[in-house]
């Protein structure tokens, strides 16, 4: 039997560079419960180092950790890269890493942190994780279906950092199975802006970088249980699931 569940799929931790160091994942576990969330996604930029650690926080809680990562293509597009497992996100981080250059520097971009579910300080990611890989969009989505993950293009009404932004639409031959728009555009103002992509499913997440925006904007699914498979089941409109809007 179905039921809605009430999800946010594009949250960031301390990781992060643009992310705040409150952000640890035993915070980030607390306030996605006490807002009554059931599943969230772990989506750092072009990383995925905490998140094992935020499903080990998550642990006991009731609430699923969706494994993730917001990833910047070589025309400077976002997109959510979500996953049924960590191995799974791992193998695309691997290809990630090696299409990504340079250095962080803190005092320009922020930290980079790695904490652990206990709040421990495991280390700090040097890459410069607030750029742009050279891998170009239609090779990512290739790249992360490959993988078995959902591709998400990212905060598509954003005027920076957006596929539409970037390229001024949304191209018919890479396959998303989703479009992200941002917490300040309602579904039904959505729909009537972008009549063109009547035919793709609309997501709204926070892409919470701060602590108290982790439940400000959510979307409920109809699913059999909390999990990827449902998600994707969701995302395609398939046997019931679908996003509620």
């Known amino acids: 039997m179905t039921r809605l569940y009430t999800c946010n799929l594009h949250v960031h931790t301390c990781l992060s560079p643009c992310g705040d160091l409150d952000m640890h994942p035993s915070a980030v576990v607390e306030e996605a419960v006490l807002q009554h969330l059931d599943i969230i996604a772990v989506c750092d930029h072009n ?7 935020v499903q080990k926080a998550a642990e ?13 293509t070589r025309e400077e597009v976002h997109v959510i890269a979500l996953f049924e497992s960590v191995e799974q996100l791992e193998s695309l981080q691997e290809i990630v890493y090696e299409h990504l250059s340079g250095l962080n520097d803190e005092k320009a971009f922020g930290m980079q942190v790695l904490v652990n579910e206990i709040g421990e300080v495991e280390g700090f990611n ?16 290739e790249k992360v279906h490959e993988s078995g993950g959902l591709a998400v293009a990212a905060h598509i009404d954003r005027p ?7 390229l001024g639409f949304v191209p018919g031959h890479v396959p ?39 439940g400000k904007t959510c979307i409920r699914m109809n699913l059999e249980e909390p999990s990827f498979p449902e998600i994707r089941l969701a ?5 019931g699931r679908y996003v509620l809007e």
């Open 47 to 53: 990383t995925s180092g905490n998140v094992r650690y």
């Open 126 to 141: 040097e890459r410069l994780l607030i750029g742009a890989t050279d891998i170009s969009l239609e090779t990512l989505v």
């Open 235 to 239: 995302f395609e409109k398939k046997k």
């Open 160 to 166: 920076s950092f957006s596929v539409l932004s970037q």
């Open 176 to 214: 998303f199975d989703a479009l992200e728009i941002s917490a300040r555009l309602p579904f039904d103002q959505a729909r009537s802006r972008f009549p063109e992509l009547a035919g793709y499913t609309f997501i709204t997440s926070s892409d919470a970088h701060f602590v108290h925006d982790i």
């Open 60 to 72: 006991g809680s009731g609430l699923t950790v969706i494994p993730g990562m917001e990833v910047t």
